[in-house]
């Protein structure tokens, strides 16, 4: 104990280790995040094999030859995919087709079956896999089971949850089964703040639900899951940023997130829309209208790289696609490589380099723009 080493010289305490003694706590609690964020990040690359580095070469060679000669060429599999595992949800957030129940497709949850295909097909050369598209996915029943197989196949794994049932029994499966990247939202820290955006939520209980996994997590002495609070920036909370980080040291949460909201009806403005112009993805004309800050450029390097599929096996662009309209495949009736590789693919790959503002969900997407603050 550095207590026992402080010793008296000349009936007084050596200054020098007095003050690293009452340093110390305070040089923990900053290195704490850090080292967090170290850890993830060697977890992170021991997933790395020959065969997912080849491929990630292929597809970045190739993404990069496609933008200078405006051709859609592709080489690869997907570096990453979403699988949204049901698109069911207990939050009426009011951004969200899940919360505000708009959805033009079925509910329903994904297949074991589908999903262990999938992975089946793509496991070697896939990297990075989120649990995570629409709805929540701790509704689904064998969730924590469909994370486990994708985790023993040593893909990293993650998931965006709002932690509502990270009840005790819950949070130490979660721990249990390999998950690498538990990210919570939380939009307030204070129960009115909070259920502002995330409307029939109960801010206690996300808080439960962190406490839950962090206990566990030091009990099984795992390093897994990462766990971030995310904290969507909008106008009627932005004022608890500061707030919020202190709360995540005192649970110990690995890391905090602020992020910029899509606002899907943004052009006249919206309530939802933060003061603060570093945390918002528009900007206001002279005329009271808003506008984009992204330049809605000729590439997008998700069209390469990344993917989501829905739980009923349709193989979709990206997650600006709520509602499949650009349904590119069907994981249920084809095999992952013919629908990556085939014709759909790469008509949708050429549209994107000849003009893509002719794509419909394009215009309201912030790939480019700092979405993280």
Known sequence: MLSACIREENGFFSNELTIMYFLLPSYANLLRPVIARLRDGINFTSKLTFRRLWNAG?????????????KARHRGLPISISFEPTTSCNLRCPECPSGLRSFTRPTGMLPEALFRKTID??????????????????????????????????????TSTN????????ARKTVESGLDRLIISIDGTSQETYQAYRIGGKLEKVLEGTRNVIRWKKQLRSSTPHVIFQFLVVRPNEHQIGEVKRLAKELGVDEVKLKTAQIYDYRDGSPLIPTLPKYARYYANPDGTYSIKNRLLNHCWKMWHSCVLTWDGK???????KDAHYQLGDARQQSFDEVWKGPAYTQFR?????SRNEVEMCRNCTEGTQVWG
């Open 163 to 170: 932690a509502h049932y990270l009840d005790d029994a819950n």
């Open 350 to 354: 050429q549209t994107l380099i000849h």
């Open 315 to 321: 193989v979709l662009p990206c997650c600006f696609d």
């Open 58 to 70: 292929q597809v970045l060679g190739s993404y990069w030859v496609s933008k200078l000669t405006k």
């Open 121 to 158: 097909e793509l496991h070697q050369h896939l990297l990075y896999l989120i649990f995570y598209f629409q709805g929540e996915p701790y509704l689904h029943p064998q969730f924590l089971q469909l994370v486990k197989y994708a985790a023993g196949k040593g893909i990293y794994t993650a």
